[in-house]
Nanobody
């Protein structure tokens, strides 16, 4: 089992940047594929980016390509999401998630979730 805690959210102006972190407990962090998901009010949860257990494979949703970067540091049990050129439509609660298995964009196959961190982009 793994516990996940996100941090780094906040209020930023359009065009600005934020870096989200997801700290994982346990000694088997490098056994899990990880993902960042977001959910805006009244909208369905959607995958922002995902990364394999080794970090060698990544997935990005089309709406964040070239703006966001997912990475992980298995030595520190931490997942990151660097968000640049933020837009008002990026406003949402961002959550990290872990799954035993391969990388996936499908939130229904993830086993563990953090509590989420709010990202608000003002225009």
């Amino acid at each position: 089992q793994v516990q996940l805690v996100e941090s780094g959210g906040g209020l930023v102006q359009a065009g600005g940047s934020l870096r989200l972190s997801c700290a994982a407990s346990g000694r088997t962090f490098n056994s899990y594929a990880m993902g960042w998901f977001r959910q805006a009010p009244g909208k369905e949860r959607e995958c922002v980016a995902a990364i394999s257990w080794s970090g060698s494979t990544t997935y990005y949703a089309d709406f964040v390509k070239a703006r966001f970067t997912i990475s992980r540091d298995n030595a520190k049990n931490t997942l990151y999401l660097q968000m640049n050129s933020l837009k008002s439509e990026d406003t949402a609660v961002y959550s990290c998630a872990a799954r035993v298995g391969g990388i996936s964009w499908n939130y229904t196959v993830y086993d563990y979730w953090g509590q989420g961190t709010q990202v608000t982009v003002s225009s």
